[in-house]
C-alpha cells in the first residue's frame, strides 16, 4: 500500500481532467482526491496498491489520460506521502478550492 501527493501541470483546468483522473483512479481501485488550485494546476493524492498506483501513473504520463484529448500535461511533482486510514477515506472525491 503507497499513497502519492501529485501536482499537475500544464492544460488542466477547463477540460475535465479532475473527472478523468477519478475515472482512472476508480478504475485502479485507488482511493484520494483531486482539487483545482488557484495558479491553474490541479493537486491530487492516490492510495492504493502499489502496482495500481504505478498504472495510474502510467497513464497519467499517456499522453492522453483516460482517452481525453484535451489534456495536455507538461509537469508531474509526484511524492510519497504517509498513508491515510482507509475507513476514513470511501472512494476517491473531486472537492473544491
Known sequence: MIRKHIKVQGRVQGVGFRYTAMGMAQKCSLTGWVKNNYDGSVEMEVQGADHRVDMFLQELNSGKPGGNRWIRIEHL?????????????????PKSY
Open 77 to 93: 511533482d509526484v511524492k510519497e506521502i504517509p498513508l491515510v486510514n482507509v475507513a476514513r477515506e470511501k472512494g476517491f472525491i
